[in-house]
C-alpha cells in the first residue's frame, strides 16, 4: 500500500484527486490539507510514503512543502502539481528536491503510474523533458486529443520513431522497461497498429 498526503487549496481538485486513487488498491490517501503548513505539521503524526503538492497555497506554498519535508524527512517522495508551463518553476522544483513534476492538466494514469514510479525509486522528474513539452506546438495537442494519448506516450512515440530500443527509452526517461512496455501496448491499440514498424509509419505519414 502506498500511503500518500495531498496538498492543495482547491478542495474540488483535492477531492477529484481523492476519487481518482480510491480506485487503485494498492493507492491510499492518508490526509488533505488546505495549505502546507498542515500537511507539515501533520508529518509528525503520520508519515507518508509520498507527497502530492499544489504550488500556489496559503499559509505555506508548494516549495516550502519541498523544502520543509525534503530536510526533516528526506526518505518522503515528492510530486509536484502545477498549472504552470514554466521553465523557471521547473528548474526551481528540481533545485529543491522534487521527485516528480506533474501539469494538472495531465491525463489521469500519467498522475498514477508516477505515483508508483516515484515510489518504487524509478522516477526521475526529467525536467528538460518536460520544458520540452510545453512548448510544443498546437499540432501535437491536437495529436494528443486526436488519439487520446497521454503527454508520455507522445515522448515514447517520438523515441521510438527515432530508433530508441525499450531499454534505451526507459533509460532515458528513468523508467522501467516493463512500463516502456506497457506504454506502448497502450499507444499501439490507440492508434490501431499492430509492430514497430507500422507505428513509424503511420506518424511519419503524419509528419510528427
Excluded: W
Amino acid at each position: 500500500m502506498i500511503r500518500i498526503a495531498l496538498a492543495d487549496d482547491h478542495k474540488l481538485f483535492a477531492k477529484g484527486i481523492e476519487s481518482l486513487l480510491d480506485e487503485y488498491d494498492d493507492l491510499l490517501i492518508t490526509g488533505i490539507y488546505p495549505n502546507g503548513k498542515e500537511l507539515i505539521d501533520s508529518l509528525k503524526m503520520d508519515l507518508p510514503d509520498v507527497i502530492l503538492t499544489d504550488l500556489n497555497m496559503p499559509v505555506l506554498d508548494g516549495f516550502g512543502v519541498l523544502k520543509s519535508s525534503k530536510k526533516a524527512f528526506p526518505k518522503i517522495k515528492v510530486i509536484v502539481l502545477s498549472m504552470y508551463d514554466d521553465e523557471k518553476i521547473y528548474k526551481k522544483c528540481m533545485k529543491e528536491g522534487a521527485d516528480a513534476f506533474i501539469l494538472k492538466d495531465a491525463d489521469p494514469d500519467e498522475l498514477v503510474y508516477t505515483i508508483h514510479e516515484v515510489y518504487d525509486g524509478r522516477h526521475i522528474a526529467n525536467f528538460q523533458r518536460v520544458i520540452q513539452q510545453a512548448n510544443q506546438s498546437s499540432f501535437y495537442d491536437a495529436f494528443r486529443e486526436k488519439f487520446k494519448l497521454s503527454r508520455r506516450e507522445v515522448q515514447i512515440i517520438k523515441l521510438i520513431k527515432d530508433g530508441m530500443q525499450n531499454k534505451e527509452i526507459a533509460d532515458d526517461l528513468s523508467l522501467s522497461v516493463q512500463t516502456i512496455e506497457t506504454h506502448r501496448k497502450n499507444i499501439h491499440s490507440k492508434l490501431h497498429v499492430s509492430s514497430r514498424i507500422e507505428l513509424v509509419n503511420k506518424v511519419q505519414d503524419m509528419n510528427l
